[in-house]
């Protein structure tokens, strides 16, 4: 690890000493910037960014507002444009220098810097590499696979980047093809909110549109990492802290962006280096300790229900449903078990439930720190129960805000990419497309695992992803993938998931965002959906980085031609041809909620899909919003010593890690450490820079470990340990997953310390 000297005087306290945003952020992206040359016309793509006829940021989901900033982007934004627009090239030269053997070795940083993919490459056993082919040839033979594998043992994955167009034209040949296997990044990340969210308030998605951030009084954040994950949150957050508004965080780790920020935007706080201070108070509660917290607080507003009302209970006769239950559920929980569940003490929870009483206005804002648990569903209808105390759902200035991760990935999930066919509308696909859509159930992610650990997966193709290293339990399943009779990756760069291949592997490079996609009717546009449920249309201008690729709505398009019979209601040229005939197909079988798609694909701001629960509109079967007792207080299960949570740095887009520096933590050289805190450290007699391993102690049968972690002490709370995605994905259980939702757990790692690596 660094050999910070700050970290040496004071091991009990993070070293960094800047707030988010500020020189470092600009620093940050300079750095990236200049590193690999980018052009004039690169940089110029920044300035359109996020703004109405620019191209939409591929980094994260968060709003593009109606009235951008004059730089419409943040750090990672800029980082993942510059990524995506590099200089560097990897060609067939590159592959026939290096076979995929070789190149296993590569980590995903060294894989993803040989820059963008140029041509398409079809893996061939002989040689162990991958040789240049032709489109045409790519798609026949992929085409003829398909039709010679059974459907229903093959999974058509996506990584949450797509656009629309390209995602309705894969979800529509996935049920042409006759399946329903769509699995998603989402079943990694938010699918617990569309559950636990559906359940509650039958709307999948989060409440809150920007107008809410400029009006609510209190903010409570549970497990979203603001600072790295959707930094230009940061600015509405910040203008909310100026009018007074309050935040209170949730959270094991001291999240910098969460307290405090300044605006790279702002000269005079960038001048005179001041800084909004963001959360007061801020908790750091044990992982899979929300439920309980979040109970405890309740428990505090029953008790201090009197004469003066703190619970809505006008709002709760009329809006509320299955209310007399959770109470009773409330009342039977004790202080000394929620304590022991969350790690936060009765006062400190009071303290809580004092600043929410007092609060007209309220937004819960969350993220990974709650889907990614056992009872994550639970947390999240905990939540929202916590919200229905107080009437906080459908009026101005209050809510429910899951912060959503890749740029379209809720908008995907809305044009048809889901495994459940319930949620899409199969009889006006049937009625327009003139074919019978399969109606099974398909496979989420943790299915697609489960049918390959059993050998049942047939084919599988990836549009964009790095699935091999996203998913858990990788040292069982990466010797399982070349058994796989197909496998197609369509992609930007080289990634791990592109060199566990065996017969029948194709590697379709394809156009990023930014760039220009000129079709047979002329330049195309494509279309975005943000956390808040606006559309956005996305032009890219910058020249392709090679001659030989193609758009994903092409590449989608031409691999269903090439595999299903002629079907004359199924123009695959023609809506390639005009992106717009797509956005109209989207129409047709959504048309509440893309009405005028053409028309309002460049409003400013983006046009919102509406959300009826903004009406005090309850689409449950009582006709209210449910109040939900969790299945269990603590998302950890069993007697053990240490859980193990899994992070993402700011120098790092999920598998792709662009360097080895977390700005925010004061972090930097190495991603292979175990964050582990000083009490831990002393009681466990471990020693600062030690290397340890550690070892799963999840039961299901299977030994899982991993070595060669250097210990770094760290301000987490004790038994919480934390270490970085993807690195440890090899000790999470592919069986340890939300119940509900099948997201796996992975912020709640059951785990013990080896002494010494082996
Ligand atoms: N720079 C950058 N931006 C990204 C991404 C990226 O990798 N890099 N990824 C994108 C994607 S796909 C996603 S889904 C989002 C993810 O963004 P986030 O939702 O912020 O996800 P994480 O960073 O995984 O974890 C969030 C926080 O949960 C906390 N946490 C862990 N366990 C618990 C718990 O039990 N309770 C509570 N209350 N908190 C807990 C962690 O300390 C961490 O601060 O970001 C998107 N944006
Ligand atoms: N331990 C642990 N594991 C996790 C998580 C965690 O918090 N902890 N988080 C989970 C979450 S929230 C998510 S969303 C998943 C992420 O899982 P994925 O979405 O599958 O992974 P990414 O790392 O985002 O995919 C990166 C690759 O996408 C390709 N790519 C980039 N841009 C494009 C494009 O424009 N088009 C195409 N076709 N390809 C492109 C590039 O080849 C790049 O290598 O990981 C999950 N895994
Ligand atoms: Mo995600």
Redesign the pocket.
Known sequence: MTDHPEREQDPATTYYRHPTGGWGSLKSVFRHLLRDGPSLGALSTLRRQNKPGGHMCT??AWAKPPNPHLAEFCE?GAKATMWDLTPKRCGPDFFAAHSVTRLRDWSDHDLEAQGRLTHPMRYDVETDRYVETTWPEAFARIGARLRDLDAKAVAFYASGRASLETSFLYGLFARLYGHNNLPD?SNM?HETTSVALKKAIVSPVGTCVLEDFGSCDLMLF????TG???PRFLHPIQAAVKRGCRIVT????R?RGLIEFANPQSPVQMLVGQATEISHPYLQ?R????IAAIAGICKHLFQMDGTTPVIDREFIAKHGHGFDAFEQYIHALTWPEIEAACGLSPEELRHIARIYARSKRCIAVY????TQ?VHGSDSIGMLVNLLLMRGNLGRLGAGICP?R??SNVQGQRTVGISEKPELVPLDRLAQLFDFEPPRDKGMNTIEVIEALLNHRLQGFVSLGGNFARAIPDQTRTDPLWKRLRLNVQIATRLNHSHLLVGDGAWLLPCLVRAERDIQEGGAQSVSVGDSLSHIHGSRGRRPPASQSLLSEPAIVARIAQATLPENPAVDWSGWVADYSRIRGLIEAVYPDQFADFNKRLFNAGGFYRGNPVRDRLWLTESGKAEFTAPKGISSLGGQHDLTL?T??S?D???TTIYGNRDRLRGLEGNRNIVLISPADIARLKLAEGREVGLESLYQDGFARQLNGLTVVPYDLPSGCIAAYYPEANALISACSHDLDSGTPAY??VPVRIIAQSL
């Open positions: 980094s994260c990672n990044s990340c549970f497990g979203q990492n790295s994950n959707s949730f959270n094991p780790v999240e509660l992982p899979g300790g929300d993220g990974m720190g709650l648990h912060v991760g890749h949570i992070l993402r700011n790092q887009f999920n912020k709640g």
